[in-house]
């Protein structure tokens, strides 16, 4: 098979093997814990709430997630936004630019382990802005005709602090 041709089986094995993860087809025998509720949040200490001029809303599919923004700079955790599957939620944020990471998954582990075994990792390609007095709105019900672009996360995302 040529290039052309295990690209064209990647993009059908991929969502294939992500959308398996996210509907809980995958054996998992950790214990399993309540995910919290959409629209709660894991923020960074340094961060002063009355920064939070603008939004982020998220549009959640099939999987619970986890939607966390980080300082392109210097790699620090800044907000982690919790939506469950199919919620749509939105939360005051701080406006600038982020480098965006997007976990998703069926059963909650908690902030170490995740999703466990369901666990599905990817990075928004490009940087995201988000401007002041803005609402950045990103729907994870993926299509081909989308502008979110990400890569797979092979490793595991790092712990919440």
Same mark, same amino acid.
């Given at each position: 098979?040529?290039?052309?041709?295990?690209?064209?089986?990647?993009?059908?094995?991929?969502?294939?093997?992500?959308?398996?993860?996210? #509907?809980?087809?995958?054996?998992? #025998?950790?214990?399993?814990?309540?995910?919290?509720?959409?629209?709660?949040?894991?923020? /960074?200490?340094?961060?002063?709430?009355?920064?939070?001029?603008? $939004?982020?809303? +998220?549009? !959640? !599919? $099939?999987? /619970?997630? =986890?939607?966390?923004?980080?300082?392109?700079?210097?790699? !620090?955790?800044?907000?982690?936004?919790?939506?469950?599957? /199919?919620?749509?939620?939105?939360?005051?944020?701080?406006?600038?630019?982020? $480098?965006?990471?997007?976990?998703?998954? %069926?059963?909650?582990?908690?902030?170490?382990?995740?999703?466990? +075994?369901? #666990?599905? &990792?990817?990075?928004?390609?490009?940087?995201?802005?988000?401007?002041?007095?803005?609402?950045?709105? +990103? %729907? =994870?019900?993926?299509?081909?005709?989308? /502008?979110?672009? !990400?890569?797979?996360?092979? $490793? &595991?995302?790092?712990?919440? %602090?």
């Amino acid at each position: 098979m040529g290039a052309g041709g295990s690209r064209g089986a990647c993009r059908i094995a991929i969502p294939a093997w992500r959308d398996i993860k996210l #509907t809980g087809w995958l054996h998992d #025998t950790e214990t399993e814990i309540p995910f919290p509720a959409s629209g709660s949040v894991t923020v /960074n200490r340094s961060v002063d709430p009355k920064s939070a001029i603008s $939004r982020l809303r +998220i549009i !959640a !599919a $099939r999987g /619970n997630a =986890l939607v966390q923004l980080y300082d392109p700079g210097t790699g !620090a955790h800044v907000i982690s936004v919790y939506a469950r599957r /199919n919620a749509d939620v939105a939360v005051p944020v701080p406006p600038g630019t982020y $480098r965006v990471r997007i976990v998703e998954g %069926d059963k909650w582990h908690g902030g170490q382990r995740y999703f466990g +075994i369901s #666990t599905v &990792s990817q990075t928004v390609s490009a940087p995201v802005r988000i401007d002041p007095h803005w609402t950045r709105v +990103i %729907d =994870l019900h993926r299509s081909r005709w989308g /502008n979110l672009r !990400a890569s797979v996360d092979i $490793r &595991s995302p790092k712990p919440l %602090d």
